[in-house]
């Protein structure tokens, strides 16, 4: 079965960038065929949707992404299968982007929610 596990939060400054990584524990074919997606949440609201990345087909290969538009253009996914890790390159934070960060495969698995990692944007 897999697992997540969320890293690379922190206390930033608006303006300021932060990488997240999340690894994935299991099955590692299961990995390199799903598509893995980034979600945030804030207190008293849904978990909504940042970013996801699909593996690409043997017809069509090219991976390819898709983000949110509040974060268009500032954010960044990406995947390493061999490593069954999916990242997050967070640009130009604001405040509106605190959140718990927490990845999952899209759409999401509830077995597989890990612990997330807390990203605080504040001057």
């Known amino acids: 079965q897999e697992q997540f596990v969320e890293s690379g939060g922190g206390l930033v400054q608006p303006g300021e960038s932060l990488r997240l990584s999340c690894t994935a524990s299991?099955?590692?074919?299961?990995?390199?065929?799903?598509?893995m997606a980034w979600y945030r949440q804030t207190p008293g609201k849904q978990r909504e949707l940042v970013a996801h990345?699909?593996?690409?087909?043997?017809?069509?290969?090219?991976?390819?992404?898709n983000y949110a538009d509040s974060v268009k253009g500032r954010f960044t996914i990406s995947r390493d299968n061999a490593k069954k890790t999916v990242y997050l390159q967070m640009n130009n934070l604001e405040p509106e982007d605190t959140a718990v960060y927490f990845c999952n495969i899209y759409p999401p698995a509830p077995t597989f929610w890990g612990q997330g990692t807390q990203v605080i944007v504040s001057s």
């Open positions: 990345s699909s593996p690409g087909s043997p017809s069509s290969p090219r991976e390819t992404t």
């Open positions: 299991g099955s590692i074919s299961a990995f390199t065929i799903s598509t």
